[in-house]
RNA sequence: GCCCACAUAGCUCAGUCGGUAGAGCGCAUCCUUGGUAAGGAUGAGGUCACCAGUUCAAAUCUGGUUGUGGGCUCCA
């Protein structure tokens, strides 16, 4: 028996017999280390708290405070639940896979015959508990490739023995726990007794492998946390996340709807939505135009050949929108370029006068597939902050800080948080390595120099350039892509886009595309969830309301309505015969930030008392003043 | 597009075994004139999403369509 050297993560080093396993060396520390601990890094590789040790190396435990913990317990868990499944309804029902995703877990399982139902979740949840309680041994077990193939063929599970057979090793690991075996890497938690909190939360199709044309599989998606504490804590989340949902805020505050007889994915804004949606562009268009930038618009549809030369015709052609008349043949845009490229061209183009900005609230049209719809976040008509920048390579890199720039400016105006990703070239892609090196390294040097953490997703760039996305997370922590940044070179070259150069010869200008919130619509979806319907001043559709106390103050009213809207404040009034109390309720549950209260004080002295929807009060002033207060803070972006 | 579920008054939802519908909120009218989150009374509102089928009889059972929700694939 030789003797191992294991260092820990305090440099403390000790010497165990080959063979011991990190719960050997837990319990040499402390019987308490022991109990707490779920599995072990080992040389950097997560292992099972029981396998055992046959090199000396590195070895740091997790136990239940480390940040890998509850991934491995809730892969775990997905086992557990694998186990319940197939010892409730056996053979009808085959295994796939089941990992760890964010706040939970899933089991993909396929069947002919069982179609799961949420009345099945309690009964799944009960057999776990009973199986946790058990607190069965986990064990692993390393055997060849052929016999692990042999082995599920034998227990009718086709799914695992695709899995094995696509596996390049010459040998897989199983791990067992009761009478329930399963293909997997591991590691996993040592008993089943460490699942003590863990709820079944819904039922979806997933394709087997992610890929449409196989099979449907039926998957459970379920979370689990390491003490009932943390599990009722997350459950509640997703309550509040619910409250904030913006198609429930969308209706409540009365912004926007969606109409059957319309379409799907058709947004129809009430007065409420569309003002905010004017506030929005308004922003834009001012900020626009601060940088640079020139307000073009561009006809909604334009010819069918036009979109067969720009190639949408041939990648695009699913989701577009045609309309034919008098045997012509136009496509509904779902893009904005096109006119944009056109107005480039209307005229010859020196290299003294690029780049150019053309910025436009171009509304698209998009035939999304019906089951990706969603509120406002996935719709199929909306409105972009385009712009193109039509610009000589060796701009490229500043205009691209120009951009990113512009998002962090926005970004800090409406307080959002969010994640950047640098896509890179992708397999099939078109232009020379050095256009790639080019554009690849302006994105990332201006990712770079804005100090923002960023993913790089290599290959995942379009065909024709690398590009930067933004995204932004809504209440459920889902994230949506917002800006983006694309370099493109292949429509200048396909429309024969040029420029005249300091030689006097034809060069071919590069083109960005690039939004800055995207679509105004998602952008309002996330904005609605991201205030929880409570808009700043300056974002509030409806900004303040009048409210008398009695019918004696109506006329005051009335007046104070007057004058505030004729100084621009977005101002609502209620004279109705209802008490005060039910007048302020209704205000505060519209969200509306200011309730201007008018009794006989306010009356005789010529004042109005104004009332945060907080539940706070500013003392009574004049008119003016609160004209003056309103457009102070509207000017900060408050 | 695919899988599963759902669709009853403006909103949130009841409606048992198949016998053509209810509540609360909202809305209208009247009473009440009340100072910072719901005063009271009365009343009006529904081809039970749509189209077929089964049945003496369908909100209820079956099929299809449309839409919605949770996912998958795809995307701003």
Redesign the pocket.
């Known amino acids: 028996m030789s003797l191992l050297e294991i260092e820990l993560p305090d440099g403390t080093k000790k010497e165990v017999e080959s063979g011991s396993t990190s719960y050997d060396i837990a319990a040499s520390i402390g019987e308490g280390l022991a109990r707490q601990s779920i599995a072990a890094r080992f040389n950097d590789e997560l292992i099972d708290i029981n396998r055992p040790l046959e090199t000396s190396g590195t070895l740091s435990l997790i136990t239940q405070k480390s940040p890998e913990a509850l991934d491995i317990m809730r892969h775990s868990c997905a086992h557990l639940m694998a186990q319940a499944v197939k010892e409730l309804y056996g053979d009808d029902v085959q295994v796939t896979i089941g990992p760890a ?1 964010k706040d939970g877990f ?1 089991y993909d399982f396929y069947s002919e015959t069982k ?4 009345e099945d979740f309690p009964v799944i949840e009960a057999k776990m508990a009973e199986l946790a309680k058990a607190d069965l041994p986990v064990t692993r077990e390393v055997i060849g490739r052929e016999e692990a193939i042999a082995l599920f063929r034998s227990m009718g599970e086709a799914y695992k023995v695709e899995l094995i057979e696509d596996l390049d090793a010459e040998t897989v690991s199983l791990y067992r726990q009761g009478d329930f075996v399963d293909l997997c890497r591991g590691p996993h938690v040592p008993r089943t007794g460490v699942h003590k909190a863990f709820k079944l ?7 087997w ?4 044309t196989k099979a ?4 459970v ?1 379920a979370t689990a946390f390491l003490n009932k504490k943390d599990l009722k804590a997350h459950l509640e989340r997703l309550e509040e996340a619910k409250k904030r ?1 913006h ?2 805020l969308g ?2 505050l009365d912004l926007f ?5 319309a ?4 947004v129809l804004w009430h007065p409420k939505g569309a003002m905010l949606r004017t506030i929005i562009e308004d922003f834009e268009r001012k900020e626009h135009l601060k940088r640079g930038y020139e307000i073009v618009v561009g006809p909604q549809i334009l010819k069918t050949d036009l979109w067969k030369m720009s190639g949408h015709y041939e990648n695009y052609r699913e ?1 577009m929108y045609f309309t034919e008349v008098d045997e012509l043949s136009y496509g509904i845009k779902p893009m904005n370029c096109l006119a944009h490229m056109l107005i480039y061209k209307s005229k010859p183009r020196s290299y003294r006068n690029l780049p150019v900005r053309f910025f436009e609230l171009g509304t ?1 049209h ?17 409105t ?1 902050d385009d712009a193109h920048i039509i610009c000589r390579p060796d701009q490229i890199d500043s205009e691209v800080k120009g951009v990113m720039q512009f998002v962090q400016d926005v970004a800090g105006i409406f307080g959002f948080e969010y994640t950047m990703e640098l896509s890179t070239r992708p397999e099939k892609s078109i232009g020379s390595d050095a256009d790639w090196d080019q554009a690849t390294n302006a994105l990332r040097s201006s990712l770079e120099g804005s100090g923002q953490e960023y993913d790089i997703n290599e290959g995942d760039g ?1 065909f024709y350039g690398p ?1 930067i ?3 932004l997370k809504d209440a ?1 922590d ?7 940044i ?1 370099c493109d070179f292949t429509l200048p070259e396909r429309f024969d886009l040029t420029y005249t150069g300091s030689d006097g010869e034809k060069h071919r200008p590069v083109m960005l595309h690039r ?1 800055i ?3 105004i ?3 309002i979806g996330v904005l609605i969830e991201h205030y929880a319907g409570s808009f700043p001043l300056w974002l509030s559709p409806v900004q303040a309301i009048v ?7 109506a006329e005051y009213a009335q007046e104070v309505f007057e004058q505030l809207r004729s100084a621009g404040v977005r101002v609502e009034l209620d004279v ?11 205000a ?2 519209g969200k509306i930030p200011y ?1 201007l ?8 002295e010529k004042t109005v ?3 945060f ?3 706070s ?1 500013l003392d ?1 002033m004049s008119v003016d003043s609160f004209v003056d207060f309103v457009k102070t803070q509207c000017s900060e972006y408050k």
């Open positions: 995703i899933y179609k799961f139902v949420p939360t819904s039922l979806a199709g997933a394709y492998r992610g890929d449409e449907m599989l039926q998957r998606y949902d198609r429930k209706r409540e709807s969606f109409s059957e007889e379409g799907g994915g058709l989701n698209v998009r035939h999304e597939k019906s089951g990706v719809l969603h509120g406002l976040l996935r719709v199929r008509g909306f972009q379009a590009k996305d933004v995204k459920l889902r994230e949506w892509q917002c800006a983006t694309q939004v919130v995207g679509s619509e998602r952008f409210l008398n106390v009695t019918d004696n103050q109705r015969n209802e008490k005060l109390g039910f007048k302020i309720r209704e505060q549950v309730m209260v008018i009794g006989d004080r306010e009356v005789s008392s104004p009332r929807r907080d539940g009060s009574a």
